[in-house]
């Protein structure tokens, strides 16, 4: 596979559930990020991982908890969230400490609905 | 602080036509990058230019160019030839700081293009 790869493409979940979310990118890259998209709104950065080290938490609730045990995998784990957590969840990868800056390569995003 | 507006919400153009999507950002640095990117309905953000700011030649990829006004800190895209596969949201982006190891980019908030057979 190439590029960034998210899954689950939908979840739906329980106020009282845990449930994670998982990227992979094939690309090489050193650096890893969670964004959330919701409706009418910018997307918003929630945590940047460097060098696999969380250099940005852009304070976000601690239902919202973001491993990253590789350059290559990134996880966010979810629980006990609220109905307004629902929105689209995009996580993307760049190659940082070049001097270049060559933008993002986003994955396809994870819509999750609370319920 | 660093910011970046689209102030058109929304567009449509008539396929084969020309359309300019419209960015300003503010910031202090003197060197930075600048980028469009388009959200088609499948979701995937897709990087469809980017700039240099310390270049003073506007950045060109086949149909789409842009209009990089540095002392106005604007950065408009111009989409040629319009097809329907240009219908999508599009963001312009940018670092809010060009010493940020991290690269983390902000968004605008967004303008819907419709491409109109």
């Known amino acids: 596979e190439t590029g960034v790869t998210q899954t689950p493409r939908h979840l739906v979940m329980g106020m009282t559930n845990k449930k994670s979310l998982k990227c992979e990118q094939h690309l090489g890259h050193n650096a890893m990020y969670w964004y959330k998209q919701s409706a009418k709104k910018p997307l918003e950065l929630m945590f940047v991982y460097s060098l696999e080290e969380r250099v940005e938490n852009n304070s976000v609730p601690s239902r919202f908890s973001p491993e990253c045990p590789n350059s290559s995998h990134l996880f966010l784990h979810l629980h006990t969230l609220q109905p307004e957590d629902s929105a689209l969840y995009l996580c993307?990868?760049?190659?940082?400490?070049?001097?270049?800056?060559?933008?993002?390569?986003f994955g396809s995003g994870t819509r999750l609905t609370v319920v | 602080a660093q910011t970046v507006t689209q102030s058109q919400p929304e567009m449509s153009v008539q396929e084969a036509e020309t359309v300019t999507l419209s960015c300003t950002y503010d910031?202090?640095?003197?060197?930075?990058?600048l980028f469009w990117y388009k959200q088609p309905p499948s979701r995937q953000m897709i990087l469809v230019i980017r700039q240099e700011a310390y270049k003073q030649q506007n950045a060109t990829e086949n149909r789409f160019s842009v209009n990089f006004q540095k002392a106005a800190k604007s950065f408009s895209l111009k989409i040629s030839d319009s097809q329907l596969g240009d219908t999508a949201m599009y963001f312009c982006a940018f670092p809010p700081t060009s010493r940020d190891s991290s690269y983390k980019l902000i968004f605008g908030s967004g303008t819907r293009l419709l491409v109109r057979p």
């Open positions: 910031t202090s640095e003197s060197n930075y990058y």
């Open positions: 993307a990868s760049s190659q940082v400490g070049t001097g270049v800056n060559y933008g993002y390569t």
